[in-house]
């Protein structure tokens, strides 16, 4: 299991904010850059 889901709720829903913040910007980052994204792996 991952340690993201297998954590407890309360460190499960920050590792799960935390991620989600990366994914914005990442995809914030690519965007001004000119790059396409795909939307799911």
Known sequence: LSP???A???VR???IGLVEC???VLAS???VLG???PESM
């Open 29 to 31: 980052t690519l965007g």
């Open 22 to 24: 990366a994914r914005i």
């Open 35 to 37: 790059i396409a994204a």
């Open 4 to 6: 993201v889901l297998s």
């Open 13 to 15: 829903d920050a590792r």
């Open 8 to 10: 407890p709720d309360d």
